[in-house]
């Protein structure tokens, strides 16, 4: 396994993980304890940022390994890896946009749509599990 695999690995196991908080956030947390409580609301935006950085970091690295077209912005990415096969347009365009989000989440220089957010544990976590599935199968070819 080359060092580049290894970190692929690495980042793909640390994604699985940040999934699985996802899920126990959303179990746990319906709406509106989302929304009425400060705590819940900071843990889930920053695992939610999380989630998406490590999802472009793992992207990017793909494509820098593999010398697939660079992409201009943070969603290029999820097209780039859709043009190159590695999963469908379908699931390349459920993702579009976490690039953008994941700015807002990051700089927090806008106000936050709290519902927004939920929507975006409630819809991604599929998303995010295709994703992860789908690299995992292209690194183990």
């Known amino acids: 396994m080359t060092v580049a695999n290894y ?3 690495t980042h793909q196991n640390i994604l699985k993980e940040n999934i699985k908080k996802l899920e126990r956030y ?26 998406i950085e490590i999802m472009l970091t793992t992207g990017n690295m ?8 660079k992409p201009e912005k943070n969603d290029d990415v999820f097209d780039v890896l859709a043009d190159e096969k590695i999963y469908s347009k379908n ?3 459920k993702l579009w946009g976490l690039g953008g989000f994941r700015n807002i989440l990051v700089h927090n ?13 409630e819809k991604g976590i599929p998303a995010f599990k295709e994703y992860a599935k789908a690299v995992a199968k292209f690194l183990d070819k």
């Open 109 to 121: 220089y806008i106000t936050i749509d709290l519902n927004l957010v939920y929507d975006h544990l």
């Open 62 to 69: 793909l494509i820098a390994q593999k010398g697939f077209r």
């Open 26 to 51: 959303k179990k746990r947390f319906n709406k509106k304890a989302f929304l009425n409580d400060e705590l819940v609301i900071d843990a889930i935006c920053k695992a939610l940022e999380e989630t």
């Open 91 to 93: 699931l390349a365009n």
């Open 7 to 9: 970190t692929l690995r």
